[in-house]
């Protein structure tokens, strides 16, 4: 009789022990979706995204896989790519948060004109200000990625030469802290999509748009808006979303990998490749035939700052945070530049 039990005993241990391999095994072949509206040939998804998600595959063999689908092959277009994630159709996407408005009310601390010198600084400060809890909107999500634009300029059909010859210019401004420092300028700020612009300046129903060169060049509005007045506008806040449930539903390994790759890190090698982008891009427009880059003198620089000044000023004081986020902001940037 004891041996029977003792018998029966190990089955059941035998069966338990097994059953915790299936399902650590399980566990451990967690696949996760990454949506990418953008084309796969976009630097943000090649140079580094791509190798992210590779570092992460390799090292977590057996544990966690990420699979991408870029070119909207999975979630179409930028405006449904935070909603997706939500509802668990992406497990990851890559995001643009203006397209959610009021979802995340403290991105745009990162627009406020003039701020910063370029992507490198304003996707570190970002990164840091999400890091202390100071943004709003993140609460069901893991962020492996937050980053901003390179500092927009302004990009025309007619030549700009001074401030004077923007006023009444019809220009696609992304929010509304852009539309102010547009409005600011005597502009007329229109909102529509980034993939729309090429095709509404061309139609003449926009004279130009707010943006960087990786922008222009990705969207094709290189081709249609030839004259490039360089003064700094703000940033546009861009980030990497995962569903937070999705998450923490991972196997402790498999978060830690995660982890591992993720956050500041990241943001740095985003800041690296797109400032580099920015110099590349910069060359190749000044050898464009047709092309005409306006580096505005000091006095022209002057009166744009007192005029952006201005727009920061009204932000600060009317945003709920604007004076907790902009000293943040200024916090951030002295510590970076003091390095």
């Known amino acids: 009789m004891f041996r029977k039990l003792k018998r029966t005993a190990a089955f059941a241990l035998a069966i338990l022990a097994a059953a915790t391999a299936l399902s650590g095994t399980a566990r451990a072949e967690a696949v996760l979706k990454l949506s990418f509206f953008a084309s796969p040939k976009d630097p943000t998804y090649s140079d580094v995204l791509l190798p992210w998600m590779k570092a992460i595959n390799a090292e977590g063999k057996g544990v966690v896989r990420i699979d ?21 159709v992406a497990d990851l996407a890559w995001v643009v ?46 962020v492996p990625l937050l980053v901003t634009t390179h ?11 001074t401030m004077d010859d923007i ?29 729309a612009i090429a095709e509404n300046v061309s139609k003449g129903v926009l004279n130009g748009t707010g943006a960087e060169w990786n922008v222009m060049y990705a969207f094709k509005i290189i081709e249609v808006a030839k004259n490039h007045y360089m003064q700094r506008l703000g940033t546009v806040p861009l ?32 800041g690296d490749v797109h400032f580099a982008i920015q110099g590349a891009r910069l060359k190749t427009t000044m050898a464009r035939p047709g092309h005409t880059i306006v580096n505005p003198g000091e006095k022209e620089v002057a009166r744009w700052n007192t005029l952006m ?19 943040a902001v200024n916090e951030e940037l002295a510590r970076l530049r003091a390095k």
């Open 68 to 88: 991408a689908f870029p070119g909207s092959s999975l979630v179409r277009g930028p405006a449904a790519q935070a909603k997706a994630v939500g509802d668990g």
């Open 97 to 142: 948060p203006a397209y959610t408005p009021g979802r995340f009310p403290d991105n745009e601390v990162m627009e406020l004109p003039g701020v910063f010198r370029d992507v490198r600084e304003s996707s570190i400060v970002f990164r840091r200000l999400y890091d202390r809890g100071l943004l709003r909107g993140y609460d069901t999500y893991y």
């Open 151 to 161: 500092p927009y300029a302004i990009h025309t059909v007619k030549p700009v030469k």
């Open 167 to 195: 006023k009444g210019l019809k220009l696609r401004a992304g929010g509304p802290v852009a539309s102010a420092s547009m409005k600011a300028l005597g502009a007329v700020p229109v909102g529509m999509p980034v993939p």
């Open 239 to 270: 980030t990497v979303l995962m569903n937070r449930k999705k998450y923490e539903s991972l196997s402790g390994k498999a978060r830690a990998l995660i982890d591992k790759h993720s956050g500041a890190g990241l943001t740095r090698k985003f």
């Open 309 to 327: 000044q201005g727009v920061t000023d009204k932000w600060v004081t009317t945003h709920p945070k604007g004076k907790e986020l902009f000293a």
